[in-house]
């Protein structure tokens, strides 16, 4: 499933079709699966009222909750016994250009301790994103908690952002290609930016002197150009939905074939 967005490019005036892309429960779910620490907002105990924030590495339980090892000894702890409301940011992992133009998520919801029951399994998926914890981990002073999320905001960039039930972000899967997009991103930058610009001006209609993908999903991806007018984002889609770094190749260069044909 996929959601579409439907504009004008830069400085054409002309109406383009909508372009096919994750829907936002699944930008979520990829971007949260991807990170390894956010900014946690608690609620002050001291400061009744006011946010209170930490940075804070997780982990992530089969459902896409996160998983905390926190001390007894930390505010945000103290924050969240007297009060569990609280939210998790994420910010897109070596994100290219301007980070207001980069991936972030805000989850919202409750941070309660892991029940004793569940503990073990928390503690072997957390370990797995953050394997220095095993020094800590079993310090009498170190407990799991866990954010049950109850609503969820995305934003993909300038000008794309949503709210996401908490329901479809339950239900939703990281992108196929999110273990591998970091490194096709850097081949093609540092590769094929002449690739980049062909695809630019024959798919998107823009004519650009340098260009950098930003990201890339199993739908297509986006480019960040300079163009004569300033600098423009453009959102190129495949053909089919592609699956691994193999399908990527291939269909890229299919694509700049028929490119370099029109």
Do not use: C
């Given at each position: ?13 002309a ?9 936002f ?19 002050s ?6 946010p209170?924030?930490?940075v ?5 339980d089969?459902?896409a909750?996160p998983?905390f090892?926190i001390?007894?000894m930390?505010?945000?702890t ?6 569990p409301?609280?939210?998790l ?10 980070p207001?133009g ?8 409750n941070?309660l ?6 503990v ?14 095993k ?13 049950n999320?109850?609503?969820?905001y995305?934003?993909?960039g ?5 709210w996401v039930?908490?329901s ?8 196929p ?8 991103i ?6 094929h930016?002449d ?7 024959a ?10 993908m930003?990201?890339?999903d199993r ?11 300033g ?7 495949f053909?089919?939905?592609v699956s691994?770094?193999?399908?990527v190749?291939?269909?890229l ?7 370099r044909?029109?």
């Amino acid at each position: 499933m996929s959601s579409s967005t439907a504009g004008k490019h830069a400085g054409s005036g002309a109406a383009r079709p909508a372009i096919a892309e994750p829907t936002f429960a699944e930008r979520a779910r990829t971007l949260v699966y991807l990170g390894r620490v956010g900014s946690l907002s608690t609620l002050s105990r001291k400061q009744q009222g006011f946010p209170f924030g930490s940075v804070m590495p997780y982990g992530l339980d089969d459902h896409a909750n996160p998983i905390f090892l926190i001390s007894t000894m930390a505010m945000h702890t103290h924050n969240v016994q007297a009060d569990p409301r609280s939210s998790l940011l994420v910010t897109q992992p070596d994100a290219v250009g301007d980070p207001l133009g980069a991936s972030r998520v805000t989850l919202i919801g409750n941070v309660l301790p892991v029940p004793e029951a569940e503990v073990a399994e928390a503690r072997r998926l957390y370990l797995a994103r953050h394997a220095n914890s095993k020094y800590w981990v079993d310090f009498d002073d170190f407990s799991f908690y866990r954010m049950n999320v109850v609503d969820v905001y995305d934003v993909g960039g300038f000008g794309v952002m949503g709210w996401v039930p908490a329901s479809e972000y339950y239900s939703g899967q990281p992108d196929p290609l999110a273990d591998s997009a970091i490194g096709i991103i850097q081949h093609m930058n540092t590769d094929h930016e002449d690739a980049l610009i062909l695809l630019a001006h024959a798919l998107a209609g823009m004519d650009a002197q340098e260009a950098a993908m930003t990201s890339i999903d199993r739908l297509g991806f986006h480019l960040r150009l300079k163009t004569q007018d300033g600098t423009r984002g453009a959102r190129i889609a495949f053909p089919g939905e592609v699956s691994n770094p193999a399908e990527v190749r291939k269909v890229l260069v299919d694509m700049t074939a028929q490119a370099r044909r029109m």
